[in-house]
């Protein structure tokens, strides 16, 4: 689009210098009185688009200074993205025909209900639509190749205007179409004159001589072209046939009527108009200047601000592409650190619990092998304190078992040693005995022996003597018991 710009620039000052060399009567509506109307629309098909971006204007018949001739349709690129071609068109209005000049603008406008084909249908355009800077091409009335063009649509286009390959408005014969109030209205919208490249076009046309209608009939052999200005090349299309039967007798009767007349009502109108067109050529010249430079300046204003916001646009968009990303980043590396963490904190907290589960089973087995230990050395130690209470028992109960054993001796000894000493002291068989018999000495009572002793031996009784009658002897007392051995309770 910048190039279209930057081209639509070059064309604008190229349009004006082209102005003042085209005759006034090719632009808006002619100076003279043209009473003959124009032939019929040739029949041709449409040559292919050459690119995207350009757009179809149709072939149209135009008037010079030899009659009519057919300038050719042709593919145009668009001076700005958003703005259609309104063709131009033959009115008849005060007894004459007058050309009125085509423009571009956003909206289509009243090309005087003319049926120039392949969109341009008499009411509107169904040839296509602006889309996001990009025209998308209607395939049912464009010849686009689909390959190549991506923005193509099929849509098919009903028109109840009659195709009679009638070129003008009014007047005998025309089209009787009259502009709509949505025409009305684009008609006073902002436009902008036919570029550089379409009057040149038109230029080129009026120069070729067989483009004149009195010369190919109505049938031109270029009858459209792929680009402006190429008139040869495979671009080309030719007419097929005449819109209309031509009707050379009639014009050339008309011409010769109207030559006489005209030849005279010309020289003096064209002196009388020779002066004022010279004054108006300079004043529209000079009018259209300083209406171009306002126009250029608008426009250059206009492209100015359309590419601030277009910038203004980009940096937002960038920005919020930026601010997107950021934060999409922020976030990734925010999860991303969120996950590390708690992987790190489950990690950590795994090893801790495997540590502490290590900590406690050492722990535990460390006061098992402690306990176990203590266990083990207090039971030797009571086993050891048990042998030990035990041996000194049983060497207690040894002692006293023998020094029991040694006190019943002894006194059993000291009992034997009296019984036999008092055996000693006994009288002799010749002493007379008492009268009484002796009575036998009293039993001794056994002293209570310890446990398990023997029972001390009763005293023999002494033999018994002749019945003298002796002194008995002081009965003995009796032995002391031994004392008992205290039992002690077993441990």
Known sequence: MRKIRLTSKIRFLLLALVILAIPAASFAQ?????????????VYVQP????????????????????????????????????????????????????NEGYWGTSIGFYGGVNYGFGYGGLGYQGGYWNGGAFYYNRSVNNVNGTNFHNVYSKTVINNTTFNH????????????????????????????????????????STNHALLASVNHGRPAVAATAKPGEFSGHGVVAAKSAGTPYKAAEN??????????????????????????????????????????????????????TRSNENKAAANKEAATRSNENKAAANKEAATRSNENKAAANKEAATRSNENKAAANKEAATRSNENKAAANKEAATRSNENKAAANKEAATRSNENKAAANKEAATRSNENKAATTKSARQPAANEKPTATHAQSAPRQAAPKAAPKAEAAP??????????????????????KEAPKTEERPRQ
């Open 166 to 205: 009638v070129s003008y408005n009014g007047g005998q014969g025309g089209v009787s179409a009259r502009p709509t109030a949505a025409e009305e209205t684009a008609s006073h919208e902002q436009h902008r004159a036919p570029t550089a490249l379409q009057t040149q076009h038109a230029h080129a046309a």
């Open 252 to 305: 050339k009767a008309a011409a010769n009527k109207t030559s006489g007349t005209r030849s005279t009502e010309n020289k003096t109108a064209a002196n009388k108009t020779t002066a004022t067109r010279s004054n108006e050529n300079k004043a529209a010249a000079s009018r259209g200047a300083a209406t171009r430079s306002n126009e250029n300046k608008a426009a250059a204003n206009k492209v100015a601000a």
């Open 458 to 479: 009763k005293a023999q009784s002494a033999p018994r003597q002749p019945t003298v009658a002796r002194a008995q002897p002081a009965p003995r007392p009796a032995a």
């Open 30 to 42: 002619f100076g003279v009185a043209i009473t003959i109307a124009p032939p019929g629309l040739p």
């Open 48 to 99: 292919m688009c050459p690119a995207d971006g350009y757009m179809w204007t149709p072939g149209y018949w135009s008037y010079g200074d030899d009659g009519y001739f057919w300038v050719p349709g042709t593919w145009e690129e668009a001076p700005e993205a958003g703005l259609l071609w309104t063709p131009g068109y033959w009115g008849w209005g005060d007894n004459a025909f007058a050309w």
